[in-house]
């Protein structure tokens, strides 16, 4: 069962986390966070698919490749993007200096950050916040490492589960941001996931991009894919089961309970959209694909109209149908149904009768579900997103002064 849970990346055996105030924030909040793990840990990652991705994501790709890692390293308030040689100098010296405190090699340190783009990163408040961090690594200080790497998001998102495979009880926990810059295809997000399972790296690779997959490139909150966007597990084996070589029942246990993390916590971060007031789920059903389904589903998540509709409680029905209809998805007008909070609207190519007064108490509610009915096939796909308000143009007319 998936808690909201404190403990994070620190619930797993042999994993400590810190997170401190190096001053890179304008806010003076927590801004470095550095989590690690006593032993070596097979590592999976996914990263942007922005053209423009950022020097960490350059740099952490390289450790991924090697198989395993130690550490990761994260700050908020700079993203180091569109940084140029600069920015990518300063990644590697980012895990270098992480690598010296830890006694590790440098590459096994993931990096990250979040932030401004365009902006170098201040190395001497990194720096000295690094080493400030790993004095303070603790099996306490995952709250303080999910606080670290937040921007807008009002809340830090963080997570735990335990499952077992066999006799063998094991922890997952994690810690996301995420805001706003948010459509599929991942998000402004960095999310970090650690484990105590033990697991050959490729079947830990392929479970994560499986996940991922169906979790945080199923959520939108404005339409823009950001140039950061990193969600990372390691795998440090210490809970002592059996190692998974093989696609198999233990397998099949830890794929279900990544994709139940991954998916509450891709929740998590749609509902914080930035100034966002309403969080909406979209479920497309009777799809003639998977990738049908989701086409549709993002075109209704993406639509502003529909977004400010939702943001002004009005049931707009028309908004829906329309982005339903210019998705590029195959779907047909008569077949089609849309339900707001299980009231159906649409109907056979035409608005449906319904009770209006139980509609407005719908388009009231903070959590609200869109339910598109294409009845052309047997595939479906959720996404989630939020409403689009007047805090939204707010937060991204001030950002960056």
Same mark, same amino acid.
């Given at each position: 069962?998936?808690?909201?849970?404190?403990?994070?990346?620190?619930?797993?055996?042999?994993?400590?986390?810190?997170?401190?105030?190096? *001053?890179?924030?304008?806010?003076?909040?927590?801004?470095?966070?550095?989590?690690?793990?006593?032993?070596?840990?097979?590592?999976? *990652?996914?990263?942007?698919?922005?053209?423009?991705?950022?020097?960490?994501?350059?740099?952490?790709?390289?450790?991924?490749?090697?198989?395993?890692?130690?550490?990761?390293?994260?700050?908020?308030? %700079?993203?180091?993007?569109?940084?140029?040689?600069?920015?990518?100098?300063?990644?590697?010296?980012?895990?270098?200096?992480?690598?010296?405190?830890?006694?590790?090699?440098?590459?096994?340190? #993931?990096?990250?950050?979040?932030?401004?783009?365009?902006?170098?990163?201040?190395?001497?408040?990194?720096?000295?916040?690094?080493?400030?961090?790993?004095?303070?690594?603790?099996?306490?200080?995952? #709250?303080?490492?999910?606080?670290?790497?937040?921007?807008?998001?009002?809340? %830090?998102?963080?997570?735990?589960?335990?499952?077992? #495979?066999?006799?063998?009880?094991?922890?997952? *926990?994690?810690?996301?941001?995420?805001?706003?810059?948010?459509?599929?295809?991942?998000?402004?997000? &960095?999310?970090?996931?650690?484990?105590?399972?033990?697991?050959?790296?490729? &079947?830990?690779?392929?479970?994560?991009?499986? %996940?991922?997959?169906?979790?945080?490139?199923?959520?939108?909150?404005?339409?823009?894919?950001?140039?950061?966007?990193?969600?990372?597990?390691?795998?440090?084996?210490?809970?002592?089961?059996?190692?998974?070589?093989?696609?198999?029942?233990?397998?099949?246990?830890?794929?279900?309970?990544?994709?139940? &993390?991954?998916?509450?916590?891709?929740?998590?971060?749609?509902?914080?959209?930035?100034?966002?007031?309403?969080?909406?789920?979209?479920?497309?059903?009777?799809?003639?694909?998977?990738?049908?389904?989701?086409?549709?589903?993002?075109?209704?998540?993406?639509?502003?109209?529909?977004?400010?509709?939702?943001?002004?409680?009005?049931?707009?029905?028309?908004?829906?149908?329309?982005?339903?209809?210019?998705?590029?998805?195959?779907?047909?007008?008569? @077949?089609?149904?849309?339900?707001?909070?299980?009231?159906?609207?649409?109907?056979?190519?035409?608005?449906?009768?319904?009770?209006?007064?139980?509609?407005? @108490?719908?388009?009231?509610?903070?959590?609200?579900?869109?339910?598109?009915? &294409?009845?052309?096939?047997?595939?479906?796909?959720?996404?989630?997103?939020?409403?689009?308000?007047?805090?939204?143009?707010?937060?991204?007319?001030?950002?960056?002064?």
């Amino acid at each position: 069962m998936i808690k909201k849970d404190t403990q994070g990346v620190t619930y797993a055996k042999g994993f400590k986390a810190a997170g401190v105030k190096a *001053g890179i924030k304008k806010s003076g909040n927590l801004d470095v966070a550095v989590i690690y793990t006593e032993t070596p840990a097979a590592i999976a *990652g996914t990263f942007t698919q922005n053209k423009v991705a950022a020097a960490p994501v350059y740099v952490s790709k390289e450790t991924v490749a090697t198989g395993s890692a130690r550490a990761i390293v994260a700050n908020a308030g %700079c993203a180091n993007a569109c940084t140029g040689k600069q920015g990518m100098d300063d990644a590697y010296k980012t895990r270098e200096i992480a690598a010296k405190e830890l006694g590790i090699n440098a590459d096994d340190v #993931i990096v990250g950050s979040t932030g401004v783009i365009g902006v170098t990163l201040p190395m001497d408040k990194l720096e000295k916040g690094i080493k400030d961090a790993v004095a303070d690594l603790s099996e306490t200080g995952s #709250i303080n490492a999910a606080n670290a790497i937040i921007t807008t998001d009002t809340h %830090c998102k963080t997570m735990t589960v335990k499952f077992d #495979i066999g006799d063998t009880e094991v922890h997952m *926990g994690a810690i996301a941001k995420g805001s706003g810059m948010i459509r599929p295809n991942m998000a402004t997000m &960095l999310c970090y996931i650690t484990t105590d399972l033990d697991i050959e790296q490729s &079947l830990l690779q392929k479970a994560l991009s499986t %996940c991922v997959e169906k979790s945080f490139n199923m959520i939108s909150v404005d339409g823009d894919m950001s140039t950061n966007d990193t969600v990372v597990v390691l795998a440090n084996g210490l809970a002592g089961n059996k190692k998974i070589t093989e696609e198999n029942a233990d397998y099949d246990i830890f794929c279900s309970n990544l994709m139940a &993390l991954c998916v509450e916590l891709a929740k998590e971060i749609a509902a914080d959209g930035e100034g966002a007031s309403k969080f909406l789920t979209i479920n497309v059903k009777g799809a003639k694909s998977f990738a049908d389904a989701k086409t549709v589903g993002m075109a209704v998540a993406n639509s502003p109209l529909v977004k400010t509709a939702f943001f002004g409680e009005d049931p707009n029905w028309g908004r829906v149908i329309c982005a339903v209809g210019y998705s590029g998805a195959d779907m047909v007008p008569e @077949k089609t149904v849309v339900k707001f909070g299980g009231i159906t609207i649409f109907d056979c190519g035409v608005g449906a009768q319904y009770d209006s007064e139980a509609l407005v @108490k719908v388009m009231r509610e903070n959590d609200i579900v869109i339910d598109i009915e &294409l009845n052309l096939g047997d595939s479906d796909a959720t996404v989630w997103t939020c409403d689009l308000s007047y805090e939204y143009v707010k937060i991204n007319g001030e950002y960056h002064t």
